[in-house]
């Protein structure tokens, strides 16, 4: 079965400053893997997905995330970060749900602090 | 708007009650989840359907039931066999069963036990 890590419980970086949110995986054959948002008593937002392609990925308010097949990593980052990203992230990948179909699988989740 | 509602938002269930969490998309989706989260973990898979009329078990799907009648519709019932239901409960679909297909979540339902 495919899972994912997130070896951060949480992550403190100030504003204006870069943030990266670790992430590593392990599949059998290709990844397929997501990063989620999730902001208090909220459900999550999708930020991006990496499928196929450049190793680089960007998404959703100025988040990207780089894919590290040698690594198997697969790093959420933003140049810049703002006082409203601080969230719980999340890492997700999808697996064999064995019916023909598929679900989706979450790491434990890191909190982003980020600090004006 | 298209998306996912569940409701209510907030639940209290007495000890040994059955309660019913709602959860219903216009987004046309053939997929719909229910996860569980607990403060400080990730999201558990608690039931699955990729189709209406049929669902399979999570992870964690023991003191849970769901039913699939209609395609917009996944509603979960905590049974009084769920020892430990208080928790964030989150409802998502996806577009179909692709595997590069996110997911979309609604708002969460907060379960308490009083």
């Known amino acids: 079965a495919q899972s994912v890590a997130q070896p951060e419980d949480q992550v403190n970086v100030a504003e204006g400053n870069p943030l990266t949110v670790k992430c590593t995986y392990s599949?059998?054959?290709?990844?397929?893997l997501f990063w989620y948002v999730q902001y208090p008593n909220r459900g999550l937002q999708f930020l991006l997905k990496?499928?196929?392609?450049?190793?680089l990925v960007k998404g959703s308010y100025g988040f990207e995330a780089e894919f590290n097949k040698s690594q198997t990593s697969f790093h959420l980052k933003k140049p810049s970060a703002l006082v409203s990203d601080s969230a719980l992230y999340f890492c997700?990948?999808?697996?064999?749900?064995?019916?023909?179909?598929?679900?989706?699988?979450f790491g434990a989740g890191t909190r982003l602090f980020v600090k004006a | 708007d298209g998306g996912i509602t569940q409701s209510p938002k907030y639940l209290f269930r007495k000890e040994g009650q059955n309660v019913t969490l709602s959860c219903e998309q216009n987004?046309?989706?053939?997929?719909m989840y229910w996860y569980r989260q607990d403060p400080g973990q990730g999201l558990r898979l608690i039931y699955y359907?990729?189709?209406?009329?049929?669902?399979q078990k999570g992870d964690i799907a023991e003191g849970y039931s769901v039913s699939r009648e209609k395609k917009e519709s996944f509603p979960l019932t905590v049974t009084s066999a769920q020892k430990n239901p208080t928790a964030f409960y989150l409802c998502?679909?996806?577009?179909?069963?692709?595997?590069?297909?996110?997911?979309?979540f609604g708002q969460g339902t907060r379960l308490t036990v009083v």
């Open positions: 998502a679909s996806s577009p179909g069963q692709g595997v590069w297909t996110e997911a979309f």
């Open positions: 599949v059998s054959g290709n990844p397929y």
């Open positions: 990496y499928i196929t392609g450049d190793n």
């Open positions: 997700a990948v999808r697996d064999d749900a064995g019916t023909g179909g598929f679900k989706t699988i």
């Open positions: 987004l046309n989706h053939d997929a």
């Open positions: 359907s990729q189709i209406v009329n049929d669902f």
